[in-house]
């Protein structure tokens, strides 16, 4: 298995583990198929109670180790004891069905997944334990004519079948690893990226509020003895705008290290949208409910400016909403992804969608939404709002196309706070 190294290695871990999980569902599915097919068309397999009671047996591991095989699978990594019990099965379906045909077949699954889950010591192991087994079902035919008929020669040959399913398996392993590292350097890519455009917003930030603010407190602070000496109440009130004009900077201060500090980004979607909802529910009491679908995901630079749309969203309900409750979504398909902040609230003072209604929020000193509908343009998505008087407002960011959407529908799954 591959080290986990930080949340880049969890992830890739996880993307491997997915392909590999899939490949085990395909092959059990090839085994259901295959002990299906021969029940189906072999009448001696049906009048054979005992060959009908091995097949059926070996079906039913099959198919629950596909409805198990999330959980499975994780287990079949550090326990080949596990596997080592389905060659066990494979032996009983040989000594009771014969050593040819469908039934070799059932065997050869073993084979392949070994290849894909163990490194060579174990699948040489395995590999042997079949060989042993098929030697031994060999040796317990009855059927002198099967021997004839096919041949002692490629009876005997039989088993290397075994190694090259073996081979195969280990191929798609390698395959597989490839493609993973490959995401993680692509990962990793972004992350530098991402990182070196966020130090550059940090730094446009901090030179547009804190270091105003801060230029402004210098400025009034050195007219202040002047104002002692001539206008004690003007000096009262200079004093009283530095000392709040200190205060602003030290908000814009915490939270310009809060966003340096930042690692939600790096979680999936799901993950960190509940992770953020969780965290400003703690703080400001009021109840969020989070609909997350299931495989869901944004790239690294288009999540991160999704998240900080989230938390910004989040902000104006605390600052202006008086709301009640508020609600999350994300949905999404191959064709567009969605990510909405609802509350019910008292809604916006200007109707959205007017002309010029976001200058006037701007004007009035409410910059948050003109700031989200910017990032929202950098991810290259679209901002919408819509908001009644009394009826709450609804903030929804929108990706259109497949890359935005991660390529994935699934099941909705539901997560109620």
Known sequence: MVGDEGLSGGTMRSSLETR???????????????????????????????????????????????????????????????????????????????????????????????????????????????????????????????????????????????????????????????????????????????????????????????????????????????????????????AQRIAAAAQVAARQARELIAELREDAVQHPLGVAIDEIAAEWERTTGIPVRTRVQDGVDLPLSARHETLAIVKEALENVSRHAEASRVEISVAGDRDLLEVCVRDDGHGLSVRPGGEGWLDALSGAGHYGLLGMHERARRAGGELVVDSLPGAGTGITVRFAGEDAAGGRAALTRRRDR
């Open 20 to 238: 590999i999980g899939l490949t085990f569902v395909l092959l059990m599915q090839v085994r259901v198929l295959v002990v299906g097919v021969t029940v189906l068309i072999n009448s001696e397999v049906r009048g054979n109670f005992k060959g009908l009671w091995v097949l059926a047996l070996a079906a039913l591991v099959s198919g629950v180790a596909l409805m198990g095989w999330e959980r499975l699978v994780p287990r079949l990594f550090d326990q080949p004891a596990l596997l080592a019990f389905d060659v066990l099965i494979g032996y009983a379906v040989l000594a009771v069905g014969g050593i040819i045909g469908p039934y070799f077949l059932v065997t050869i699954v073993a084979a392949g997944l070994a290849g894909l889950l163990y490194r060579w010591p174990a699948v040489l192991l395995l590999c042997a334990q079949q060989t042993v087994l098929y030697y031994v079902a060999l040796g317990q035919q009855e059927e002198k004519d099967i021997r004839d008929a096919v041949g002692l020669p490629l009876l005997l040959a039989m088993p290397s079948f075994y190694i090259i399913a073996a081979l195969v398996g280990g191929v798609l392993r390698r395959l597989y690893d490839e493609q993973a590292e490959a995401e993680e350097a692509r990962w990793q890519s972004e992350a530098l990226a991402l990182a070196a455009a966020e130090r550059s917003r940090l730094a446009r930030e901090m030179h547009d509020s804190l270091t105003g603010t801060l230029s402004g407190i210098a400025l009034a602070s050195t007219g202040l003895p002047a104002w002692i000496r001539k206008s004690p109440e003007r000096a009262e009130a200079e």
